[in-house]
Structure formats: C-alpha cells, structure tokens
C-alpha cells in the first residue's frame, strides 16, 4: 500500500493546514512536521481519509478512494478525535480496542494481552500516567488488531515527553512488519529523529574566503551604566512621558529637578523670567 498527500491544504487561506506533501507506504515510517495545536489532528484525519482536503489530492494506490484508506489506515492516538480518556486505565483502553477488533475483552484476556506486550505492571496505570514509549507502542499494537488495517497515523507522539528517538524506533519497529507508517511531530522532533542532510557546498571568491577565516580583534568596549534608549519607542495606551523619566528604587518616577546619575538637573534662566523687587 502506497499513500501519497499532494499539496493537501484545508481551510480558508489554508489556516488550518498549509499547503503539506507527504508520502508513506508498506514497510516504511515517514515523518512530517505540523505545528500548532490543530494542525497535526488536521493532517492526521485527512492523511487516514477522515477529512476531505480542501486543495490538493490524497490517493491510496494511485487513486483517489477515501473509503478504502479509512479501512486500511487507522489513525492512532489523534488529539480530540482517538486519543484515549486520560482517566482510563491502560486495560479498560485494551479492553474496548479489543473489542472493535472482534477478539476476547474480558479482563482475564486484557490481562494475557498486556503481559504479552510487557505492560502487564501499567496495566492498573490512568492511560495519562503510562510512560511514553510505553503509551504508543501499546495503542498502535491495539489499533493493527483491527481486520483490514494496513497501517496508521500516528499523530503528535511528542506531546507526551520522552525521547523522540523511543517513539521513532516504534514507528521503524511497525514498518519492518511491512505496515505503512507515518508520524506526524513538531519541527523539533523532526530534527532530532531525522537524519542530518549535510549542506551543499558554497565557493566563495579568495577574497571572501580569506576574510571568513581570518579573526577579527575587537577591542573590549566598556558597559555603559545608564542602558535607557535615548528615543522612546511608541508604545500603544503609554504616555512616552512616563517612559522617558528616569524610576527611583520604589518604582516611581523622580521628579525632572531631583539629581540623575549624581548630577542635578537646573533650571534655565530666560529672559522671561521676572524678578521681583523687595
């Protein structure tokens, strides 16, 4: 199975999702950047054929078939749309998955199912207090279960903490079983997770490349005491008065004849100024 997003975007201006190309297919994990706190759960269901995009094309197998990727894709984990309550435990989540996938959920079979996955100790744990690697590997074990299902999206693993790098061999782990994988994380997951792509190279003229390499020495310029701006930057519903004047240790301005930085500020005398016989 081969699944390709081309240039899929959703929402007016594409706020909701930009303009995103991605591809995942049997026996590899793909990962693609979404941020902000909608947009992975956006991709996510249009990427599983839950959502019609609003620009671009998503085809399964070369054609375009949104019931036929919503059999064979599961979506895993989804804020808002298939992550599990966070109050639940661990077994009653395996209890129900279980269930939809027409095998035995009585508690002595979850009991069998979770000790076989290793997490027979979390089975007790709320579904928010499972480790993270231990959270993904258990809901995309339930979600494969499922008749039909040919792989999954599995959306914003690093929400929960833990390493990027426990997650993605979970994820390499699903896809050598010939399922198709594609997570969706943050930029800064992706640039830990993935691997580095070395720059291309850049010549520069001798000239531009003597001065890169040669070390400027500049010499040490003493701080300045007073770190005051000398132009006010205008500041919406505040006076540039109330900026400009100079704060005592209590927080409230001086007043303009009271001494600043040691030295008393004067008044000038004018040829306005009135003198008064006795």
Same mark, same amino acid.
């Given at each position: 199975m081969k699944v390709e997003l081309d240039a899929v975007g959703k929402g007016r201006r594409e706020h909701a999702l930009p303009l995103t190309?991605?591809?995942?297919?049997? @026996?590899?994990?793909?990962?693609?950047?979404?941020?902000?706190?909608?947009?992975? =759960?956006?991709? $996510?269901?249009?990427?599983?054929?839950r959502m019609r995009p609003?620009? @671009?094309?998503?085809?399964?197998?070369g054609r375009t078939d949104s019931s036929a990727l919503r059999r064979r894709v599961a979506l895993v984990d989804a804020p808002g749309i298939s992550e599990p309550e966070p109050?639940?435990?661990?077994? @009653?989540?395996?209890?129900?998955?279980?269930?939809?996938?027409?095998?035995?959920?009585? %508690?002595?079979?979850?009991?069998?199912?979770l000790e076989e996955q290793g997490l027979g100790d979390a089975a007790s744990l709320p579904v928010s207090n499972v480790e993270p690697a231990d959270r993904v590997r258990a809901l995309c074990e339930l979600a494969v279960l499922r008749k039909g299902v040919e792989g999954f999206v599995l959306v914003s693993p690093d929400r929960h $903490? @833990?390493?990027?790098?426990?997650?993605w061999a979970i994820a390499e782990d699903f896809a050598a079983r010939d399922l198709a994988v594609l997570v969706i994380a943050g930029q800064a997951s992706q640039s830990v997770v993935a691997s580095p792509v070395a720059p291309a190279p850049v010549f520069l003229p001798p000239v531009v490349e003597r001065a890169k390499n040669a070390v400027v020495e500049r010499p040490c310029e003493p701080k300045r005491r007073d770190e005051t701006p000398r132009t006010v930057p205008h500041i919406?519903?505040?006076?540039?008065?109330?900026?400009?004047?100079?704060?005592? =240790?209590?927080?409230?301005?001086?007043?303009?004849?009271? %001494?600043?930085n040691g030295r008393p500020r004067l008044r000038r005398l004018t040829t306005r100024t009135k003198v008064v016989a006795a």
């Amino acid at each position: 199975m081969k699944v390709e997003l081309d240039a899929v975007g959703k929402g007016r201006r594409e706020h909701a999702l930009p303009l995103t190309s991605a591809v995942f297919e049997s @026996g590899r994990a793909a990962l693609v950047a979404a941020e902000t706190e909608q947009r992975p =759960t956006v991709l $996510g269901l249009i990427a599983s054929g839950r959502m019609r995009p609003d620009t @671009g094309r998503v085809a399964v197998d070369g054609r375009t078939d949104s019931s036929a990727l919503r059999r064979r894709v599961a979506l895993v984990d989804a804020p808002g749309i298939s992550e599990p309550e966070p109050n639940v435990t661990l077994a @009653g989540v395996a209890a129900e998955e279980l269930m939809f996938a027409g095998r035995r959920s009585d %508690p002595l079979a979850v009991r069998r199912w979770l000790e076989e996955q290793g997490l027979g100790d979390a089975a007790s744990l709320p579904v928010s207090n499972v480790e993270p690697a231990d959270r993904v590997r258990a809901l995309c074990e339930l979600a494969v279960l499922r008749k039909g299902v040919e792989g999954f999206v599995l959306v914003s693993p690093d929400r929960h $903490g @833990g390493e990027p790098a426990a997650w993605w061999a979970i994820a390499e782990d699903f896809a050598a079983r010939d399922l198709a994988v594609l997570v969706i994380a943050g930029q800064a997951s992706q640039s830990v997770v993935a691997s580095p792509v070395a720059p291309a190279p850049v010549f520069l003229p001798p000239v531009v490349e003597r001065a890169k390499n040669a070390v400027v020495e500049r010499p040490c310029e003493p701080k300045r005491r007073d770190e005051t701006p000398r132009t006010v930057p205008h500041i919406q519903g505040v006076s540039s008065r109330s900026l400009a004047l100079p704060r005592s =240790t209590t927080g409230k301005p001086r007043h303009p004849t009271t %001494p600043v930085n040691g030295r008393p500020r004067l008044r000038r005398l004018t040829t306005r100024t009135k003198v008064v016989a006795a």
